[in-house]
C-alpha cells in the first residue's frame, strides 16, 4: 500500500514525538512493504510566527489532498498567559477540524497490566477497564459564536448542535458498541442544558436501530466520578465537545499518564491521528516527553486503512518497551531513556526478526538495547 500523510508537528513536544511516530511507520513499511510518503507543515504557533496564520492555506490545501493526517500538539506559553491575543495557535486545529469535516473523536482508553501500579489509582479500580470515548468534534460551544463586551466585563460563547450533527457520530458510537461489550452510555447535562435534551432525543431515537445495544445516561458530573470510581462500568461513552474533551483527559489517570492516550478524528472523506496530549512547551527540546501515544496513533492509522496486522506489530512493540522499561520518565522516575530512545527502541523491534533478543543488562543502564 502507498499512503501520502501530512505531517503537522505543531508546537512544544509535537515535532520530537511525532518524529517517533514516522520512525514507526517507516520500520511498518519496510517491514510489510508499503511505502509512506510524509510531507510536513506547520500548524499552531509556529505557523503563527512564521505566516500570521495559525492554519496557512498551504497546510490546509496539503491535508485535504492527501491519504491522512498525522498531528503533534499545539499550543505556546505566549499565547496561553495572553487571552487578550486576538489570533490563537487552538484556532488553527479547530479551522482544520470543521474544514474536513471531522466530526468524530475517538480515543480508547486501556491501561497497560505491567503498569496499572503507574496509575494514581488503585490496581483492583482499573485492573479490566477498557473502554472508547466517543466525542463530537465540530459542534457546540469550541465552534459557536463568541462575545465579549466593550467593556470586556461580559462574556459569552453560545452552544449549538443540530439533529444531524448528533445523529452521525451517535450510529459510529453504536456501530462501534456491537463490535464490543454492546453498551453505550451517553453522558451530558440534560436536567440544566437544552442542547443535553436534544441530544437524548436523538440518541434515543437512534439506538432504535441497534436493539443488541445496551443504552444508558449520566449527567457529566456523575460520569466523571464514575470514571474514577469504576471505570469497567464503560464500553463506549458518546458524548459532545466539551465534555468528551473534559473526560478523556481525565481518563488518563486510568493508564498512569497522558502520554500514553492516542486518538483518531474522521469525517466522510478525512482522518486524523494525534495524541490528546498538549504540546507540553517546558519539556521542549529536552528528550524526555512521552512518544508511545504518538506512536500509537500511527497505529490506529494504520487500522484505519486495513492494515491490521501492521497495527498488531506497533502494539506489541510498544508493550514490548513498556514490558523492558524502555520508557520515559512519567512512567518511571528513574529511567535513562528519552523520547528519541523509546522511539528508536519501538522501531528497532518492528524491524527485528524473532530470533533477535535483548540485552537486558544494556536496558538497565539506558544503553543500547537490541543486537
Not at 31 to 40: I, K, L, N, R, S
Not at 123 to 143: C, K, M, N, P, Q
Not at 209 to 226: C, I, K, S, T, W
Amino acid at each position: 500500500m502507498n499512503l501520502k500523510i501530512a505531517v503537522l508537528p505543531g508546537d512544544g513536544i509535537g515535532p520530537e514525538v511525532t518524529l517517533q511516530a514516522k520512525k514507526a511507520l517507516y520500520a511498518i513499511g519496510v517491514v510489510y512493504d508499503h511505502e509512506f510518503v510524509f510531507e510536513d507543515a506547520f500548524i499552531g504557533a509556529v505557523a503563527i510566527d512564521k505566516t500570521g496564520n495559525p492554519l496557512p492555506e498551504q497546510t490546509l490545501n496539503l491535508c485535504l489532498n492527501t491519504d491522512a493526517v498525522l498531528f503533534g500538539a499545539i499550543g505556546d506559553p505566549k499565547y496561553d498567559n495572553n487571552p487578550s491575543a486576538k489570533v490563537r495557535p487552538e484556532q488553527g486545529l479547530l479551522k482544520l477540524r470543521k474544514e474536513l469535516g471531522l466530526f468524530a473523536n475517538i480515543r480508547p482508553i486501556k491501561p497497560y497490566k505491567s503498569l496499572l501500579d503507574s496509575s494514581p489509582l488503585k490496581r483492583h479500580v482499573i485492573e479490566g477497564a477498557d473502554f472508547t470515548i466517543f466525542r463530537e468534534l465540530t459542534g457546540g460551544v469550541y465552534f459557536g459564536e463568541k462575545k465579549l463586551n466593550d467593556a470586556g466585563t461580559i462574556a459569552s460563547d453560545f452552544s449549538e448542535y443540530s439533529e444531524e450533527e448528533i445523529t452521525r457520530i451517535t450510529h459510529l458510537a453504536f456501530k462501534a458498541a456491537q463490535n464490543r461489550r454492546k453498551k453505550v452510555t451517553m453522558v451530558d447535562k440534560a436536567n440544566v442544558l437544552e442542547t443535553s435534551r436534544l441530544w437524548r432525543k436523538v440518541v434515543k431515537k437512534v439506538s432504535e436501530n441497534y436493539p443488541d445495544v445496551l443504552l444508558d445516561f449520566l449527567f457529566v458530573d456523575n460520569a466523571a466520578m464514575q470514571i474514577i470510581l469504576n471505570p469497567k462500568q464503560f464500553d463506549v461513552i458518546l458524548t459532545e465537545n466539551l465534555f468528551g474533551d473534559i473526560l478523556s483527559d481525565e481518563a488518563s489517570a486510568i493508564t498512569g499518564s497522558i502520554g500514553l492516550l492516542a486518538s483518531a478524528s474522521f469525517g466522510n472523506k478525512n482522518a486524523l491521528f494525534e495524541p490528546i496530549h498538549g504540546s507540553y512547551p517546558e519539556a521542549k527540546g529536552k528528550n524526555s516527553a512521552n512518544p508511545i501515544a504518538s506512536i500509537l496513533s500511527a497505529a490506529m492509522l494504520l487500522e484505519h486503512f486495513g492494515l491490521h496486522k501492521e497495527a498488531k506489530k506497533v502494539y506489541e512493540a510498544v508493550e514490548k518497551a513498556i514490558e523492558y522499561n524502555v520508557v520515559t520518565t512519567d512512567l518511571k522516575a528513574d529511567s535513562k531513556f528519552g523520547t528519541n530512545e523509546v522511539g528508536d527502541f519501538i522501531s528497532n523491534v518492528i524491524l527485528s526478526k524473532d530470533d533477535l533478543y535483548f540485552k537486558s543488562d544494556n536496558v538497565q543502564i539506558g544503553q543500547s538495547t537490541i543486537v
